[in-house]
């Protein structure tokens, strides 16, 4: 089965390596701009370059998911260098950093907190595929359809 996103702006949070960056990969060989954001320069940079190799935009930045400031920085960042937002994927997780109540605590931070910001943030940009979205909508904002982690406007 093949999907067309020829157009569509996708934003992937975590998406250096990993399931990340095969989301990415897969929907730049469906056409669509990506940006993608990660901690890691090294891994974002190359990832970044392979995506390109598609001949859509790519744009790479590099963003804390535990840090509010960080993800209110990339979202608009993407949104800008796409022209708009159509899908939010929220990859990145925390998981694994240990069994204690800190570790939980920043576990909770990525996995769930990540997912609400950067949800949040992408509100308020417009979706149309051929608008010229170079300013968030000030206007209604566009519900989310939710499901695995990857958000898409619903109309």
């Not at 535990?66 to 159509?86: E, K, N, R, T």
């Amino acid at each position: 089965m093949s999907f067309d996103f020829t157009g569509k702006r996708v934003l992937v949070a975590g998406g250096s390596r990993g399931i990340g960056k095969a989301i990415a990969l897969q929907f730049a060989a469906a056409g669509a701009g990506v940006a993608l954001c990660a901690r890691g320069e090294s891994a974002l940079a190359a990832a970044r370059a392979e995506i390109a190799l598609h001949g859509h935009t790519v744009h790479a930045m590099s963003c804390d998911l535990a840090d509010a400031a960080s993800i209110a920085a990339w979202v608009p960042a993407a949104a800008h260098a796409l022209g708009g937002i159509d899908v939010l994927v929220n990859n990145a997780s925390g998981f694994g950093m240990g069994d204690d109540e800190a570790a939980w605590a920043s576990n909770l931070s990525v996995d769930v907190m990540a997912m609400v910001r950067s949800s949040q943030a992408a509100l308020p940009w417009p979706m149309a595929v051929n608008s010229s979205a170079s300013e968030p909508a000030r206007c209604a904002q566009t519900p989310f359809r939710q499901s695995n982690g990857a958000h898409e406007r619903s109309n």
